[in-house]
Nanobody, 125 residues
């Protein structure tokens, strides 16, 4: 079965950390650009961090630069979003998606039609 599964969400206080995982089954993540997106209540979905494993390029939304990092574990067929120094405005449902486009296209246009089910992140002040 071909699917993406996100995990690792939860509730933390501001300043805390979470590591989200995007695990693929039925295909190899190394062959695709992987993007992390989020959608806060009442807001549009936005790209957060994207990685192209073929050349190692990454893209991060300005508001998360220096706080979030995206890391690939090929052995586990998983891409992680490490989130540090979390802020209440990071509260959202986080999704991962894959496509074969550049990291800029992935994160800015979110063209993918293949998404996970999402994982909730709540950051309290």
């Amino acid at each position: 079965q071909v699917q993406l599964v996100e995990s690792g969400g939860g509730s933390v206080q501001a300043g805390g950390s979470l590591r989200l995982a995007c695990t693929a089954s039925g295909f190899t993540l190394d062959e695709y650009t992987v993007g992390w997106f989020r959608q806060a209540s009442g807001k549009e979905r936005e790209g957060v961090s994207c990685m192209d494993p073929t050349d190692g390029s990454t893209w991060h939304k300005d508001s998360v630069k220096g706080r979030f990092s995206i890391v690939r574990d090929s052995a586990k067929n998983t891409v992680y979003l490490q989130m540090n120094s979390l802020k209440p405005e990071d509260t959202a449902v986080y999704f991962c998606a894959v496509d074969q486009v550049t990291v800029q296209t992935m994160c800015l246009l979110s063209p993918s039609e293949f998404w996970g089910q999402g994982t909730q992140v709540i950051v309290s002040s």
